[in-house]
């Protein structure tokens, strides 16, 4: 004669699970309605670099190019794109934003000497060169300045004292920046910078909660898999830049919809800086200035569905 219902427990034990899981649904719905909420999609001006190279436009001329062809209310800045950055310069940009109700994110310098040069001369050099850019960012209300990890010996892998060297550089300008709210953030800009064990222990090393990374969701270096180097770096990341490949163009090891999946399952909440650019073949010419400014809104506005319809869940 049996006794008890074969089955009673593990039955008992799959409702537990269902009903905990519909109690828990509201929360997660909420969670994950209060998470797309606070994302957002920004331009990397450098998205735009063709057109500007070949003279189309201005600074001043972005916040409008912003909001009548992309829709997009953010601007990550790059410093070469700044003519002249005297005070009555930045005070008629500032106004151009604000006018267009456009915020600026972060503030990408370049050009401006090895923080992780061996030379500590250099590098001091360099911080103090990267001074004005904080200052400019400030001003313009950035949450971030972007600095590169530069100035080392190629072979980094066998360069010990490179993170040492970076976060010293790294240390003058947090202290520099104190009192602006400003983060200090390195990008994986290509060689050591793309290294994600380097940027790892640079954030380790430099231990500080106004410094972090911007990840950039391509620039790895070759061989390297892209999406073990994003779930790596993710967690330090104060930035991010989407970039990949997709439609006719799409490239498996380089897929920019899986990527930002990657990102967005790795708990990124922020601005997705949409940082892209025509893709050519390799060697061919750029095409005349309108055919170039064309395609690079064309192109942007491809890279803002992906973000849309995977992260805000549009479409």
């Known amino acids: 004669m049996l006794t008890g219902n074969p089955g009673c427990d593990e039955l008992g034990a799959e409702m537990e699970i269902t009903r905990r899981s519909v109690l828990a649904a509201p929360a997660l719905a909420a ?3 209060a998470q797309t909420a606070r994302q957002g999609i920004s331009l990397a001006a450098w998205s735009f670099s063709g057109s500007y190279f070949q003279g189309k436009w201005k600074l001043l001329d972005m916040p409008g190019i912003l909001r009548d062809k992309l829709g997009i209310t953010a601007l990550e800045h790059v410093n070469q794109f700044f003519e002249n950055p005297t005070l009555n310069y930045l005070q008629r940009l500032k106004k151009s934003f604000a006018d267009a109700g456009v915020v600026s994110t972060i503030l990408m310098v370049d050009n401006e000497g090895g923080t992780a040069a061996v030379d500590k001369a250099e590098r001091v050099l360099s911080a103090t060169m990267h001074r004005k850019w904080i200052d400019i960012a400030h001003f313009l209300g950035c949450h971030s300045v972007r600095i590169n990890v530069y100035g080392h010996p190629e ?3 066998n360069d010990r004292d490179l993170v040492n060297r970076a ?3 790294i240390h003058l300008l947090l202290d520099y920046a104190k009192g602006s709210g400003l983060n200090i953030i390195v990008e994986n800009h290509g060689r050591a910078s793309s290294d994600p064990d ?3 222990a640079l954030v380790k090393k430099v231990n500080h909660p106004k410094f972090g990374l911007l990840c950039d969701l391509g620039n790895w270096n070759p061989g390297d898999d892209r999406y073990a180097a994003v779930r790596k770096t993710l967690p330090y990341a104060k930035g991010l830049s989407v970039k990949g490949t997709w439609g006719a163009s799409l490239d498996p090891a380089f897929d920019a ?3 930002v999946r990657t990102a967005l399952e790795g708990g990124y909440v922020g601005w ?3 940082e892209v650019t025509p893709r050519r073949p390799r060697g061919a010419d750029r095409p005349p200035v309108e055919q170039q400014f064309a395609d ?3 192109t942007v506005l491809e890279a803002k569905a992906i973000v849309e319809r995977v992260v805000m869940k549009k479409g």
Request: overall charge negative.
């Open 272 to 274: 997705w800086g949409l």
């Open 31 to 33: 969670a994950a309605a």
């Open 155 to 157: 072979d980094w892998k």
């Open 296 to 298: 690079e809104v064309k």
């Open 198 to 200: 380097i940027l790892v």
């Open 257 to 259: 919809e899986k990527l």
């Open 167 to 169: 976060a010293e550089s």
